[in-house]
């Protein structure tokens, strides 16, 4: 069984290691088997939540094809991405196509037009076709205004970047997440790739046999105030070895003091 911590405090516990799809799902008919594969392995592994975005080109639509026969298991993690209410509707009546008639986490993406979209997502969490609401940034940038949305009280969780490399959101999002009780989802957590690939085994020798993925994973969810990362994967091999991560021992000062050394060195 895959590690779990309580999502923030909102009565919900989740596997700490997800699964990203941008990018990596945005597949022509033809090959989305190779996200069904993805899927299988990484739900083999314990995995439950995947994260996607009507950004992410037809990610959305192959997810929910690649979810099939265990839709039940999955904690559907999707964004509503448009200023304008009328398209937004359509994104949610199109993943409730997706996904079954529900979605657990409906996230604004990158804080778009959000005081729009509140109040109608309230009322679909009202009505039960939505789990929970929450906002996600990709810029540090963003983060005064990420930090506006969750002090209204009306978000239940947010997503942004961390890495060794992306460490804003630790100054004031990580402790005003602690503080509200939101959920908090890693983005990034590999640098979109760019940390990859790292140092060899002997370099991870103190890490007690961690591949460098697995080191980085681990190095984020060495910070309690994380709930879960959602590295992105086209790849089976690395969606088993992604999830394996969640059964490393949490990292110590030191061994996190090591990861940041190493990928400082790139
Ligand atoms: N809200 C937002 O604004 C926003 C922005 C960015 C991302 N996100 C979400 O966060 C997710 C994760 O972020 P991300 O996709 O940008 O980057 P990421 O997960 O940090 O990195 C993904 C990259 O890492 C590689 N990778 C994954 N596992 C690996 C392993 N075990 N060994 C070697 N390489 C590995 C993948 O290549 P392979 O395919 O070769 O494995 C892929 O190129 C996204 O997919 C998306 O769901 C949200």
New binding site residues.
């Given amino acids: 069984m895959m590690r779990v911590r309580a999502f923030g405090e909102t009565g919900i516990e989740l596997p700490v290691v997800g699964l990203?799809?941008?990018?990596?799902f945005d597949l022509p008919p033809g090959e989305e088997h190779v996200a069904a594969d993805v899927i299988e392995a990484a739900f083999g592994g314990g995995v439950r939540v995947v994260?996607?975005?009507p950004m992410?080109g037809r990610a959305e639509g192959v997810l929910g094809r690649a979810l099939e026969g265990r839709r039940e298991e999955a904690f559907v993690a999707t964004?509503i991405w448009t200023g304008t209410g009328d398209q937004a509707r359509r994104q949610l009546d199109a993943q409730l196509r997706f996904y079954g008639g529900h979605v657990e986490l409906e996230?604004i993406?990158?804080l778009a037009a959000w005081r729009e979209h509140l109040p109608w997502l309230e009322a679909e969490r009202e009505a039960g076709r939505v789990g929970l609401l929450g906002a996600?940034?990709?810029s540090a940038s963003a983060f005064d205004e990420l930090e506006e949305v969750m002090r209204t009280g009306r978000i239940q969780a947010v997503?942004v970047?961390l890495?060794p490399l992306e460490r804003e959101c630790e100054r004031r999002i990580l402790p005003l997440a602690e503080e509200l009780g939101l959920g908090v989802v890693v983005?990034?957590?590999?640098?979109?790739?760019d940390?990859?690939?790292g140092p060899g085994p002997r370099e991870l020798e103190p890490l007690g046999g961690a591949?460098?993925?697995?080191a980085l994973l681990a190095w984020a969810l060495s910070d309690p105030r994380v709930h879960v990362v959602?590295?992105?994967?086209?790849?089976p091999a690395?969606?088993r070895?992604?999830a394996a991560a969640a059964a490393l021992a949490p990292l110590s000062d030191d061994d996190r003091r090591l990861v940041e050394r190493l990928a400082g060195r790139r």
Avoid: C, F
Avoid at 211 to 214: H, L, S, V
Avoid at 230 to 235: H, M, N, Q, R, V
């Fill in positions: 990203g799809t941008w990018q990596v994260d996607s975005s992410y964004k996230q993406h990158n996600t940034h990709y997503q970047p890495n983005m990034r957590p590999l640098g979109e790739g940390l990859l690939p591949t460098w993925a697995q959602i590295p992105a994967t086209s790849s690395h969606a070895e992604n």
